[in-house]
């Protein structure tokens, strides 16, 4: 398909394990985005990627979490040592780094993480 | 720094009235709103958006939003709602010269349609 994916869809893990989450972008979008959305909560921020540019980590919660993007297109986000708190819906988008400012995100599906 | 209000948790609507979901918005310089929904099980989606020029945007669905920059506000509304109308709306803001590249959500209004 033409939207942002996302993998897995579901990931149960212990706490203490690390987790790794995949999103592949639409194809062309320079400007990639990680969220974390808690149960009835609203988005959290959480990294940014734009182009060859410095990623914008501002919203990393600990430096459990780490994200990096190679070859300017698919984007992994790395839990180490995961919490209980760390359990969510991680939502990934992009938009046309075109214009950058002003273009509309589109999300995909998101992952679900539990940690038990 | 800035940042989004959605005062209202839940708003409560009769299928056929008109619905307004509040959106409040602090930043340093020229904003870039947006509106986005989340329909139960699926992923957020964009509906409009106000960068520059008229006030009153128009986008997916027949809502529409205003842009008020005495108020700092950019409500989202509808003439007449349908019950599929029911989702989580998100308002968001982002300012080019906070230096910053992220874009802040509000923490979401539940919008409930009553037939």
């Known amino acids: 398909g033409a939207g942002v994916s996302q993998s897995p869809s579901n990931k149960v893990t212990e706490k203490g394990k690390d987790v790794e989450l995949r999103c592949d972008p639409i194809?062309?979008?320079?400007?990639l985005y990680w969220y974390r959305q808690s149960l009835g909560q609203g988005l959290e921020f959480l990294i940014y990627?734009?182009?060859?540019?410095?990623?914008?980590k501002s919203g990393l919660p600990s430096d459990r979490f780490s994200a990096e993007r190679t070859g300017g297109s698919v984007s992994t986000l790395t839990i180490q040592r995961t919490q209980q708190e760390d359990s969510a819906v991680y939502l990934c988008?992009?938009?046309?780094?075109?214009?950058?400012?002003?273009?509309?995100?589109?999300f995909g599906p998101g992952t679900r993480l539990t940690v038990l | 720094a800035q940042s989004v209000a959605q005062p209202e948790d839940q708003v409560n609507v009769a299928e056929g009235n008109p619905l307004t979901v509040k959106c409040t918005y602090s930043?340093?310089?020229?904003?870039?709103l947006f509106w986005y929904v989340q329909y139960p099980n699926r992923g957020l989606q964009f509906l409009l958006k106000?960068?520059?020029?008229?006030?009153l945007v128009k986008g997916s669905y027949g809502f529409e939003a205003e842009f008020n920059k005495s108020q700092t506000s950019f409500h989202l509304k509808k003439p007449s709602a349908l019950v599929s109308d029911s989702a989580l709306y998100f308002c968001?803001?982002?300012?080019?010269?906070?230096?910053?590249?992220?874009?802040?959500f509000g923490a979401g209004t539940r919008l409930f349609v009553k037939a």
């Open positions: 988008a992009s938009s046309s780094g075109l214009a950058e400012g002003y273009n509309e995100q589109f």
């Open positions: 194809s062309g979008h320079t400007a």
């Open positions: 990627f734009q182009g060859n540019s410095a990623p914008d």
């Open positions: 930043v340093s310089g020229n904003p870039y």
């Open positions: 106000y960068i520059t020029g008229d006030n």
């Open positions: 968001a803001v982002r300012a080019l010269n906070t230096g910053g590249f992220k874009t802040i």
